[in-house]
């Protein structure tokens, strides 16, 4: 039976008996319209499709099996049914000029049904695909805004709708491009950098990744304990997803289970807040775990009084320059390895004598020694170095 050997050969349809039995429903209809079509010279435009086909084509779509498992079907039917038309043809007429004429006349037919078949459940199977996809990605991302809220405690049952675990280490992050550059749909993109920051981060499983629009994205990855994102590593990745616009990455840190599920997603959230703020494509890649990133996001919460306060604390040392770039720069490492010279001369690669140099200049800038209020000053650095032109004097 043409049911057999399709069900033998097609390995996306063993063991499921409802697709079987639904199949050879689909082939009894089909093969029934060919020999119609023949027996009555009814055009293959002029006949109705079997609504078996239909079904067969929407039931593929949900179980999320290939479109090309429904193709391979309809080829390797027709395969088998003019093998046993041939066999017939054979039998039924000695005379090798009328097998010939017969069998020429099945061929065509059969092909012209198949071709016209072929389109239309094609078409069926697509359009179930796309809303059976936009009805399971709606449980999904309702089931995920509830596990980012708190409101469930289900990690069974949130397992099995977002098709990912929870009980694992998280590294969340956010992807999203400028809408300005995002003429198309970003997801395929967006699953190719998913699929090569995971192999970055010793990734087995497969991530989660759920679009938010048609400009940005959540992700999971299951990861390894203590796994730290190479941030020098990451710019290739993404510049491998081709094509501008760069996608720019948010990443929150690794924490385990339920409740780090939620922690790492609303830290790659806030890492986001600060670099959409930053707004530097030179830096596509966030990390809120990244020195002082933490206390920017709170500054990043207003914006404006942030920056009047930034302005009043450094006074000209806040002006938007590449010369008063380098003092904040200089000042702020020094701050960071505990007003070392020497360590913040290593740091930059520097002679001590230099960083003096800057650090005096700094001074200079501001007014007073730098000792002065040292954590006021501190706070303003960090807000600069994040924040960029959005707290900065431009003059």
Not at 210 to 222: L, Q, T, Y
């Amino acid at each position: 039976m043409i049911r057999d050997v399709l069900a033998d050969r097609i390995v996306e349809l063993r063991g499921d008996a409802a697709i079987i039995d639904l199949l050879e429903s689909s082939i009894a209809g089909n093969v029934e319209n060919i020999l119609q079509s023949l027996r009555h010279g009814i055009p293959v435009e002029n006949i109705e499709p079997p609504s078996a086909a239909f079904e067969y084509a929407r039931r593929l779509a949900q179980r999320g099996v290939p479109v090309n498992a429904l193709v391979r079907a309809y080829r390797l039917g027709q395969q088998q049914l003019l093998e046993e038309a041939y066999a017939e043809c054979r039998r039924q007429h000695p005379d090798p000029e009328v097998q010939a004429t017969v069998y020429q006349r099945i061929v065509m037919v059969t092909f012209d049904y198949i071709d016209w078949i072929s389109q239309r459940v094609v078409a069926v199977y697509e359009t179930e695909h796309e809303r059976w996809l936009t009805e399971r990605n709606t449980a999904r991302f309702g089931r995920i805004q509830d596990l980012i809220a708190g409101a469930t405690d289900d990690v069974d049952a949130a397992e099995r709708v977002i098709g990912y675990r929870l009980r694992v280490r998280h590294l969340g992050a956010i992807l999203w491009v400028h809408e300005t550059g995002a003429q198309q749909d970003q997801l395929t993109r967006f699953n190719r950098v998913v699929d090569l920051i995971a192999e970055q981060v010793d990734s087995r499983a497969a991530p989660l990744l759920v679009p938010r629009d048609r400009a940005s994205a959540w992700a999971w990855f299951a990861v390894p304990p203590d796994v730290v994102p190479d941030l020098s590593s990451m710019r290739p990745v993404l510049d491998d997803a081709s094509g501008p616009p760069l996608p720019m990455v948010a990443f929150g840190g690794v924490h385990t289970g339920l409740t780090g599920f939620r922690r790492t997603h609303l830290e790659a959230l806030e890492a986001q807040r600060v670099a959409m703020i930053r707004d530097d494509p030179k830096h596509p890649v966030t990390r809120f775990q990244e020195p002082g990133l933490k206390v920017a996001a709170l500054l990043a919460l207003d914006v404006d009084q942030t920056r009047w306060w930034v302005q009043e604390t450094l006074g000209g040392l806040a002006a938007d320059d590449e010369q008063h770039a380098r003092l904040r720069e200089t000042l702020l490492l020094f701050f960071q390895h505990d007003s070392s010279y020497t360590a913040t001369a290593e740091a930059m690669v520097m002679h001590k004598n230099s960083v003096k140099y800057r650090v005096t200049s700094a001074e200079k800038v501001l007014g007073r020694p730098i000792r002065d209020d040292r954590q006021a000053l501190e706070l303003a650095l960090t807000a600069c170095h994040w924040l960029g032109q959005a707290v900065l004097s431009l003059g």
